[in-house]
Nanobody
């Protein structure tokens, strides 16, 4: 599976962005998918995850009620809608796939097998 993230950019505090992750490969619909982010000088952290059919979603506390993760298996795509953005949301955002799990969403980056190249989100104050 190859992943490509897009949709990042510069936005003001309170603004919105939608990130997309395009996947290649016929097994996309079998994988748990997730978004992680990495701010400068910090470790990569879990943002949101979604099970194989979109029936279950999970969020980091810091983004709950502001971000929405979704997927469209027919299009081999995953999305992250980000509302009410804050300067602390500034980071490179990565999409990831866990080929070992269909339903269980794990929050540790090391457990994901495939990664996109990242897309930069900058929120100005």
């Amino acid at each position: 599976v190859q992943l490509q993230a897009s949709g990042g950019g510069l936005v003001q505090t309170g603004g919105s962005l939608r990130l997309s992750c395009a996947a290649s490969g016929r097994t996309f619909s079998s994988y748990v998918m997730a978004w992680f982010r990495q701010a400068p000088g910090k470790e990569r952290v879990f943002v949101a995850g979604i099970n194989y059919n979109g029936g279950a979603t999970y969020y980091a506390d810091s983004v709950k009620d502001r971000f929405t993760i979704s997927r469209d298996n027919a299009k081999n795509a995953m999305y992250l809608r980000m509302n009410s953005l804050k300067p602390e949301d500034t980071a490179v955002y990565y999409c990831a796939a866990d080929r070992h799990s269909v339903t269980r969403v794990r929050a540790t980056a090391a457990q994901y097998d495939y990664w996109g190249q990242g897309t930069l989100v900058t929120v100005s104050s």
